[in-house]
């Protein structure tokens, strides 16, 4: 379970009601709403709140490194609360429904010396496509 308004208290983040709107809406598993969508699902709660505030405290959120910027599909970048867990994304090539997985092994490791034309890797991302239960039918 992410608890990204928890980690955000612990650390002394100031919450203010409209950060704290944001906050509550990214926490959980396995979301990844674009910045349109955060705003959506907080205007229900705060109907005030602006695009602009929401974009500006996801930026926060991620330079602080609580949320991740996910680019998976080409299309907007997605946030992702699931910050301090490495992890991979599957995803529905029909809906576009994303899971977070954990491959067995480890990605990064798994590139061998001279498939690294002498970078320091230090990061990986691997998307599993496919269909999801709903869309299989
Ligand atoms: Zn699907
Ligand atoms: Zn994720």
New binding site residues.
Partial sequence: MTDLLERLRERGWRLTAQRRIIAEVLSGDHVHYTADEVHAHAVERLPEISRATVYNTLGELVSIGEVLEVSTDGRAKRYDPNAHRPHQHLI?S??G?IRDVQPRGNPLADLPDDERFGFAVSQVEVTYRG??P??RG
Avoid: P, V
Wanted: include cysteine.
């Fill in positions: 529905c029909r809906c429904t269909l999801c709903s869309c």
